[in-house]
């Protein structure tokens, strides 16, 4: 299993990013993938989450109305669009798919115990 985030950059307060995650090496589509991000000195922490057709999807309750996820399974990615960045956004950001088999194909638990396959991570960093 490999996953790949990119697309982090530095913005301004107010920017906006998009996020991609491409996945390889498992069946994309048979799994919801989640975006994690960390901040330094803090623990991971579930930011949003797409389950695998991409019908269902969660978001943190500081992301809402900010943060939109979306997947193309043709593509094998899963982008994270970040609108109206505040300075607490700033993290290395992370995808990563679910633990347990049985709840592989949705969002039903977005802690980071319950995602794994983290790879390189993206960092946002959102600074006047």
């Known amino acids: 299993v490999q996953l790949q985030a990119s697309g982090g950059g530095l913005v301004q307060p107010g920017g906006s990013l998009r996020l991609s995650c491409a996945g390889s090496?498992?069946?994309?589509?048979?799994?919801?993938i989640g975006w994690f991000r960390q901040a330094p000195g803090k623990e991971r922490e579930g930011v949003s989450c797409?389950?695998?057709?991409?019908?269902?999807?969660y978001y943190a309750e500081s992301v809402k109305g900010r943060f939109t996820i979306s997947r193309d399974n043709a593509k094998n990615t899963v982008y994270l669009q970040i609108d109206s960045l505040k300075p607490e956004d700033t993290a290395v950001y992370y995808c990563?798919?679910?633990?347990?088999?049985?709840?592989?194909?949705?969002?039903?638990?977005?802690?980071?115990?319950?995602?794994?396959?983290w790879g390189q991570g993206t960092l946002v960093t959102v600074s006047s």
């Open positions: 090496g498992f069946t994309f589509d048979d799994y919801a």
């Open positions: 990563g798919i679910p633990v347990s088999e049985r709840l592989r194909k949705g969002c039903w638990r977005v802690g980071r115990r319950d995602f794994g396959s």
């Open positions: 797409i389950s695998y057709g991409g019908g269902s999807t």
